[in-house]
């Protein structure tokens, strides 16, 4: 070997040892750095086409990955994210209406309510027991508000979180497709070093890969494409920006736009995986789930009180009854009544001022309203307000109004005819609304339950005046009531309370909604299962949450096995170069003695 092959081959081994500490060094500064790629310099002996070795020679940098690992971490990093946004939602709930053995919980509101029920039957002349009574209506009432307030607003809240993540995706993909270029570029260019660069590209798409579950591939000039799991391209090239406009409201009517892509094609039916899933699961399914079971709920409490509180009356009775069921043309709906109905009016006392009995037959609501007024005379009045609702009042501001359906102590069958086909329905004033206890604005037995637990309400005048609440009700006998003589309701007449407080215990059959099988129990039952259920799926997400915490922490081990930094071998390694640095630098140096040498005997 000649001095000059000699002398370039120790260069080249100072250029690339000096090379290799620096990526030693660089891989030491970066080994707490997330995502980090370890890197490692390839190199290989550089020749003279056979007449003597030349050194070495630098063929790249090369980033150590493990691709199935980094895949596996990807995919299961959607499945995780899905997991922990319904696990947050679950919690959410959780601590929204508590446990099913909480004293606070909604199934033991409905219980302290039925209890009120009771004692009040025991003692209906007791204020104190009708004050107790229609203040836990109203907790039960505004405790069901809250709830459904609160549901809304997680409902909202959801929609939102959509538009705010697919505004982080869309900056990701954006960045996707830039660094795709840089690397692209920089990969031309022998030696370099665009590690740096890949690991951010790396970082992005498993940020990408947490919000939805997309599929990649690399393509041979180290661009990745990413798409969905339908294969609609997310990046090629350039990336594709989706869109979603939120709808800021949370009601179970609300109206939501698809996720799509800007050239406006939906990929929501893609979307299987990740917190994108999670959100629209909370939004769609899980929130107005509980939504639904919670008006279901409302609507049975209002419809089982205001079937027993409307045969009865108050003591003093009401002046005047408003109904809750208002009429779009009371000219022409009409309602087929199936027996006669009692009208009557009654002192503060409880005497019979007057009454007459209304016949079995077929009337528009305004001729009903006519016949009733005729029929009270000078004591009373029947009158339809502008919006359709029946209004009967007694004349004497002192007295009040009561009513009961002469059908041997049943019911009287009503049928409405309003357009949209005859509905049936029990009691006369059980179907007007004109003495419910519980009262849900803008809907009545019939309608839809939706929206009901936010609407539940006790009627305002019994708030004002609970002596109002019915505690008895009138004799259905054939013979009307004598006047002066006969009392309507009696002062310890406690039977209504005690109807409403059987009815409440008794078993209701509820139709399966929002996932919640069909049942047969009491109401405060049907209200703890709401809660089980719930608790229930709480739990669950809360395990699934922790095997997949454990299953990617496992895949995520792999990975930094791989491609992470082991101080302590970047150290030999830096003590290996270093030695190697030396010898080439002694080369160096002796060859530079050698040509001295040579150049002495010359002289």
Known sequence: MSITNALNAAVSGLALNQRGMEIASHNIANAQTEGYSRRILQSETADAGGVGARGVRMIGIERVTDTFATQQVRTESATLGRSQVRDAYFTLTQDLFGDISSDSSIGQRLADLTSRMEELAVDPESATAANSFINDAVTFATELNSISQELFALRREADLSIERTISEINVDLELVSDLNGKIATRALTPGADIGDLEDMRDQALQRIGEKINIKTFTRSNGEVVAYTGDARALVDGAAVQLTYTPSGAGSLDAAYDDIARSDGVSIQSDIRDGELKGLLEARDSILPNLLRQFDVLAANARDMANAVHNRGMGLPAAQTLTGSRAFADPATDSVTIGSDVRFAIADASGLAVASFDLPADVYTISDLATAIDAGLGVHGSATITGDGRLVISASNAANGVGMVDLNGGADAAITLNAGAGPQSFEGFSNFFGLN????????????????????????????????????????????????????????????????????????????????????????????????????????????????????????????????????????????????????????????????????????
């Open 436 to 603: 419910d206890l519980f009262v849900t604005a803008g809907a009545v037995q019939g309608d839809s339950d939706a929206g009901a637990a936010s609407a539940l309400k006790v009627r305002q005048d019994l708030v004002s005046n609970p002596s109002r609440v019915s505690r008895g009700g009138m004799s259905a006998t054939a013979d009307a009531p004598v006047v002066g003589t006969d009392r309507l309701v009696a002062i310890g007449d406690g039977g209504l309370m005690q109807e409403m407080a059987a009815a409440f215990s008794a078993d209701r059959n509820i139709d399966a909604v929002g996932g919640l099988p069909p049942v047969n129990k009491p109401l405060h039952e049907y209200a703890a299962e709401i809660v089980g259920l719930n608790s229930q799926q709480a739990a669950d997400e809360a395990e699934r949450l922790a095997f997949e915490e454990a299953l990617i922490e496992q895949f995520q081990t792999r990975l930094t096995d791989t491609a992470g930094v082991n101080l302590d071998e970047e150290l030999a390694n830096i003590l290996v170069l270093q030695n190697a640095f030396s010898a080439s630098a002694r080369v160096v140096t002796t060859a530079d003695e050698m040509m001295e040498i040579l150049i002495g005997l010359k002289r």
